[in-house]
Structure formats: C-alpha cells, structure tokens
C-alpha cells in the first residue's frame, strides 16, 4: 500500500501529508464514514509515512519510501510503533483484571485472529471477520493505556489505531476517554468507525474529525481492474462498482469467478418464493441447494443482491424510470416483477431481508434463517397481491 494505492479519498491524503509536512499531527483522529471506504487503509498509511525514515518529500507531499525496514514492517502490520486494535473474542475465564486481550484465547482463536490480521495487512480493505469478536473490551484499551503512559523510542511516532471503535463496550469506552484526556507528546490515536453517532460524545470531542468519502463508481470499478487477481471484464466492472454503492469492501465481496451463478441463484431462490401454487417443494429444495455447501458468505452476498435487487425495483415502482435501475441487466425481469406485483410493499420486504442478514452475522444456521425469510416475503407479497384481485 503506499497513498497512491488508496482507493479515492483525495482530499484526505492531501490533508493528512500536509499535516505530517507542517509538523502538526494531533494527539487524537477520528476517521469517519460508512464501511468498506477506506478509512483503515488511510489510518495505516498514515502511520507508515510518519515513522518511515526515508519518506519522500516534494510540494506539499509526504510519501513513505515503501522499501525500508519500517515501512516493510509497517505494511506486515508487525511495526512496534504502528498498534491495530480490533474486536475480539472474549476469552476464557477472562476477568476484568486480565492483561492483554489476548492473553486467555484458545490456540485456535489466536489462529484466527492472526490469520484475520494477515490478511489485513495483505489487504487494508479486508473486513476483518473473527467469529465471536463482537467487543473492544478493557483489556485492548488497558493495554494502550500502558503504552501510551510509556516514553518513547525517541523514534518515530507511536500510532494505535481502533479499527471499527463504536465496538468498544462501555467499560472500554470509559476507560479509552481516560487516555484520550492525558496525550502523550510522542502518540497519536486513530479511530475508524463507519458508527460515528454510537460513538460517546466525550471521545468525539477529543478527537479531529476527519470525514472519508463515499467512493465514486469509477474509482471502484478502475480498483477492481486494476487490483483484484482475477480478470474482471468491464462491464461486469461497471456492475459491481454500482451494486456496491461506494464500498470497495463490498465490491471485493462481489467480485469471483461464480458472480453471474450467485445472481442467478438470488433470481431462481426469488421466484420459487413467489411461486403461487405448489411453491414448498421448489422453494425447499432452493433452499437446500443454497444452505447445502454452508458457505455464509456466499450466502451473505446472495441476500446482499437480494436487497439490492428490491431496493431496484422499488425505485422503478415509484418513479417508472429505469434509469434508477442499478442492476442494468435485469431492468425487463425487474418490469415485470413490478406489473405482477403492484402495490408490494417492497420496503417491508427489504427489511426481512436485513434481518436476516443480521441474523446470518450472529451465526444463525442459514437453513432457518432462509426458511423464515422466504415464508415472511411470501407473506408480504403473496398476501397483497390476493387482497388486490
Ligand atoms: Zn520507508
């Protein structure tokens, strides 16, 4: 990663190299914005250009030379100055006196965390997914606590960076405002979070505030082609930068070899839903194939469609205008699903799906999940439609 390698954001990094240029880096930072943006990778950066010695310096910009000892580190995420905090899971017997967060972590937690941090570091748009992780807890925070209290290396500048804050719990929260009272001169702090409001209005307040920027279709589809393994062809490009509507995280999530088989599955599990007669054996053996290879992300993106799909056809419900249409290729099937089912209500239906989303998140099993939504959406449009004739 290196700035020119962060997706959009212009104005951040011109703010950000003008700060480290003029010698005027803030003790505390909140990098705000909805998820899958970037705020991370700008966090990271941001640390790896401070520290690296051999930073290239020219009109106004700051640029880390990306081949030293401190940038390499910096990019494995392994660099003493540069600490990435991020929710984990509780460990066992873990009290509120416990040291580190990772002190009481089975083995084969501490592999997950450290295969999540791996891959993080490979990619600073990876969403970091450890299953339990659901609280920034104290010990994470006691833990900066000390090392902030600590006089530094003299070299370099200490970063700790909180991925995703709003996931500290209130102990966390209360005792992290505490440190962001008592700055060291040496230590900045970077929070990320894309739930800036669930944020206590205290640590706000002590924080600069740096809003990020919704990525523009563009830059995500030229990202997806310039840096994603796989080829993409353009239009398939195009596609995905509109459905993921401005996350580049998302846009990964869309992208693979099987995205066209995804969508068409989201289309057959659709339609045996909305089946009039005789929909059981279908729409259960839809769902048998979807939840049969237990793969939640897969099924995570498929519902992700589902909703993009609805949101589709409620703009062309109420507007008639297939410009609005973010699925360019479905506008015909999407026009007929409209005819068929007028008045639906498409936003109570999208709502289902949320839901489930939510629940697939908490490891919910994926066969219940699906059963209950196919039978909740059934009940929306099945039920308006039979009112109506
Ligand atoms: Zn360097």
Known sequence: M??????????????????ITDGRIAHAYMFWGPQGIGKDALALEFAKAVNCPNSIKMDGEYIAC????????????????????TALPAGKGEDRKSRSPLAKL????LKQVQDQLAQKAANPYHRIAIPNANAIRIAAIREIKQGVALSGTGKGRRFYIVSNA???????????LKTLEEPSPDVTIVLTT??????????????????????SDDE?????????TETISDENARLIARLANGSYTRALSLTGDDFSEIRGEVVDFFRAMLKRRNYVLDLYAQIEHIAGDKDRKRVEQMLTLLLLWLRDAFALSASGNTDAVVNIDQV????RFVENFPGADLLAASMKVEEALRYLKQNVQIHLTLTRLALEMRSIFIRKVSRAA
């Open 194 to 215: 894309s739930r800036r409001d669930q944020m206590l209005q205290t640590i706000r307040s002590r924080c600069q505030d740096v809003r990020c920027a919704v990525l």
């Open 166 to 176: 709003e996931n500290m719990n209130q102990e966390a929260a209360n005792a992290f």
């Open 2 to 19: 290196s700035w020119s390698q962060i997706i959009g954001q212009q104005r951040i990094k011109s703010v950000l190299q003008r700060v």
């Open 66 to 85: 990306d081949e030293c000892d401190s940038c390499r580190r910096a990019r494995s995420l392994q660099h003493p100055n540069i600490k990435f905090i």
């Open 332 to 335: 015909a099937p999407m026009q």
């Open 106 to 109: 089975s083995d084969e937690q």
């Open 220 to 228: 995500i589809a030229d990202a997806l082609r310039d840096n994603t």
